[in-house]
């Protein structure tokens, strides 16, 4: 069984390069403008990138990839409303939700094709994973496909 996933690899890279570049990371997808507002906000999302490619890169449960498929939905929903409110931002906003769409289609996939880890592998984050999951909105219709990948 493989230790890592190459999605969260590059997650992590990206969520590196929100944190420490991210003038340039604003400048380079000509996402509004660069400003202490639009810095600190990337800077935020870097941290929450490289936080959710820590707490989901090794063997997740299939809770765990539900809870990230989750997440970040809510991230691409968000960064959506971002575009449609503040017209300065609205590139900022398209590019992250479609960012964050195309993570939540990755972990969507993985749980999917069932490849997590097993029960007796489960760590800490991975019961967590499992209680919230029951309680976030929309996790129950997710909880289904937790269910199909662990038959």
């Known amino acids: 069984m493989k230790r890592y996933r190459v999605i969260e690899i590059l997650r992590a890279a990206w969520g590196v390069a929100l944190l420490i570049a991210p003038d340039r990371v604003l400048r380079v997808t000509d996402s509004g403008p660069v ?37 970040d939905t809510v991230h691409a929903l968000t960064a959506s409303a971002l575009a449609l409110g503040d017209r300065r931002r609205a590139r900022a906003g398209c590019t992250d939700a479609a960012i964050a769409g195309v993570w939540a289609g990755a972990g969507y996939h993985e749980l999917r094709k069932g490849r997590a880890t097993p029960r007796d592998h489960q760590r800490v984050r991975d019961r967590l994973a499992d209680v919230v999951l029951d309680h976030a909105p929309g996790g129950r219709r997710l909880r289904g496909e937790v269910n199909r990948s662990r038959s």
Not at 44 to 70: D, F, H, N
């Open 35 to 71: 400003d202490t507002p639009g810095r600190t906000v990337t800077r935020i999302l870097g941290a929450r990138q490289l936080t959710q490619a820590t707490l989901s890169g090794l063997r997740p449960s299939p809770e765990v990839l539900a809870m990230g498929v989750w997440v």
